[in-house]
C-alpha cells in the first residue's frame, strides 16, 4: 500500500485485505490534492481517472464505485457490476473485487467473515445509520451479509468482525434536534452519544451510534474508529478529506476484498 494509507490492524482471516486511502498518493490539485476518488465533486476527470488507476494497481483488485445517496440498499457485487449503481452498501463473495466506500466525514465500516468467505462494506451517515423506523444501513448490510454467508443473526458474534474507518468526531459533528430525535425515538440508550451544544445544537458521536447498534445485531468484534481525535476527518486536514471542514472537498475510500483478480 502507498504511505500514509491506513492498514487496518484488526484479525482478518488469510486472504482478506482491507485499506483505507488518505489524501495522500494521488494526481489532484487542491482542493482535491490530492488522491480524490469522488467523480463527482468537481474535480478534473481525468485526475479522478488517474487516481483510480493508482488505487486500483495499489489493490491488485477491482474496486466497485457505488453511488451512495444516504440510504439503506445493499448491493451484491460481481465482476459485471458496473461503476455507480445506487447503494449505501455492498458485499461479495467473488475474489478480486474490492466493495468500496468513499467518504468525506461519513463513517466506512468494513465486514469480514472470520472464515474469510464473504466481505461487505457500508457507507454509514446520520441519517443512513438512523434509517426510516430506526431500520437503517447496518440492519440492512447485516441481514443480508449474514444470509450471504449462511450465518444465523444469533451467530453473528462469533463469525462475524467489522472495522470503522475514520469519521467526523464527536467534538466537531454539530447537529440539530431532529439528528437527535431520529436515534432515540427508536432507542432511548442513544442519548449517550449526544452532548449539548450552544445554540440548542448537539455534538453527536458518529462512530459510537454505529457501535451501539453493531452490538444490537450481535456483531462484538469491532475495530478502528474509537472516537478519538485521531480518527477525526474534521481535526486531520492533512491527512483526510472532509466536507464539513471545506466544503469543496475530494473524497477517500475504505475497501475490502479477497485474494484473487487484478486491476481495473
Not at 504511505?3 to 488469510?14: E, F, H, R
Not at 464505485?65 to 449505501?88: E, I, Y
Not at 439528528?179 to 458521536?205: E, I, N, S
Request: proline share 6%; net charge neutral.
Amino acid at each position: 500500500m502507498l504511505d500514509g494509507w491506513l492498514v487496518p490492524d484488526w484479525p482478518t482471516p488469510a486472504g482478506v485485505h482491507a485499506v483505507c486511502t488518505t489524501r495522500a498518493g494521488g494526481v489532484s490539485s487542491e482542493p482535491y490534492a490530492s488522491l480524490n476518488l469522488g467523480d463527482h465533486v468537481g474535480d478534473d476527470p481525468a485526475h479522478v481517472a488517474a487516481n483510480r488507476a493508482i488505487f486500483g494497481q495499489a489493490l491488485q483488485a477491482q474496486p466497485v464505485f457505488l453511488n451512495q445517496v444516504h440510504g439503506s440498499r445493499v448491493l451484491q457485487l460481481d465482476a459485471a457490476t458496473p461503476h455507480a449503481a445506487h447503494a449505501d452498501a455492498c458485499m461479495t463473495q467473488v475474489p478480486g473485487i474490492a466493495c468500496t466506500i468513499m467518504v468525506a466525514d461519513c463513517l466506512p465500516i468494513l465486514f469480514t467473515t472470520l472464515q474469510g468467505d464473504c466481505v461487505a462494506a457500508a457507507h454509514a451517515g446520520w441519517r443512513g445509520l438512523a434509517g426510516p423506523g430506526g431500520i437503517g444501513v447496518l440492519e440492512q448490510i447485516s441481514k443480508r451479509f449474514c444470509a450471504l454467508a449462511h450465518i444465523q443473526q444469533a451467530q453473528a458474534a462469533a463469525n462475524v468482525i467489522a472495522w470503522l474507518g475514520p469519521c467526523i468526531g464527536p467534538d466537531t459533528f454539530e447537529v440539530g434536534e431532529e439528528v437527535r430525535a431520529a436515534f432515540v425515538a427508536h432507542t432511548p440508550q442513544a442519548a449517550q452519544f449526544f452532548r449539548p451544544a450552544p445554540g440548542g445544537k448537539w455534538l453527536a458521536d458518529l462512530a459510537g451510534l454505529a457501535r451501539q447498534r453493531l452490538v444490537a445485531l450481535g456483531i462484538r468484534q469491532i475495530y478502528g474508529n474509537d472516537s478519538s481525535p485521531a480518527w477525526c476527518t474534521v481535526g486531520n486536514p492533512s491527512r483526510f478529506f472532509s466536507h464539513r471542514r471545506d466544503r469543496v472537498s475530494g473524497r477517500f475510500a475504505a475497501c475490502i476484498w479477497m485474494d484473487g483478480g487484478r486491476g481495473l
